[in-house]
């Protein structure tokens, strides 16, 4: 795919449960033991950035090490267990070696209304190098 190619988007649905919701996420916590049985944000966030990887995992070689390096979310609307949200993703040009952002939503689908945004910051870096600095660091830091 070149940056000529037409936009190409990626859909997955996934059911929300008890165990996605804030409750759940640390137990013996007081988020735990205040938190509204709602989807937690960290699990909205990690669906979101699921299917980004989903849509650009496929084109990027092996030798490439695809990396999050931030990102800016919103949780715009609650989400119950038995509800289901609707992730759409979409992209342009296949990924390269750099920095990228992608856009990811959910859209609660029993209410209609957005449950959240993640613009995904995605660093793609050769995947030897990542590993040759993760090494020096750890070697420094013992």
Same mark, same amino acid.
């Given at each position: ?12 649905? =996934? &059911? ?10 640390? !137990? ?8 509204? %049985? ?5 699990? *909205?966030?990690?669906?979101?950035? @699921? ?6 995992? %496929? @084109? &990027? !070689?092996? @030798? *490439?090490?695809? +990396? ?9 609307? !609650?989400? +119950? !267990?038995? #509800? #289901?949200?609707?992730? $759409? &993703?979409? =992209?342009?040009?296949? %990924?390269?070696?750099?920095? #990228? ?7 609660? &689908? ?10 995904? $910051? *995605?660093?793609?870096? %050769? =995947? @030897?190098?990542f590993y040759r600095r993760l090494h020096r660091w750890q070697h420094h830091h013992r």
């Open positions: 795919m070149t940056a000529t190619d037409p936009t190409r988007s990626h859909h997955c649905q =996934r &059911v929300i449960t008890d165990a996605h919701t804030v409750p759940s996420i640390l !137990p013996g916590s007081l988020l735990s033991a205040r938190g509204e %049985p709602v989807l937690a944000t960290a699990y *909205l966030i990690a669906m979101l950035e @699921d299917a980004t990887w989903q849509l650009l995992a %496929p @084109d &990027v !070689p092996e @030798d *490439l090490a695809m +990396l999050g390096r931030g990102g800016r979310y919103e949780h715009t609307s !609650p989400t +119950l !267990p038995g #509800q #289901q949200v609707r992730i $759409e &993703v979409e =992209r342009g040009a296949v %990924p390269n070696i750099g920095r #990228q952002t992608w856009t990811a939503r959910a859209i609660n &689908v029993d209410t209609g209304q957005q449950a959240g945004v993640l613009h995904h $910051e *995605l660093a793609t870096v %050769p =995947r @030897d190098r």
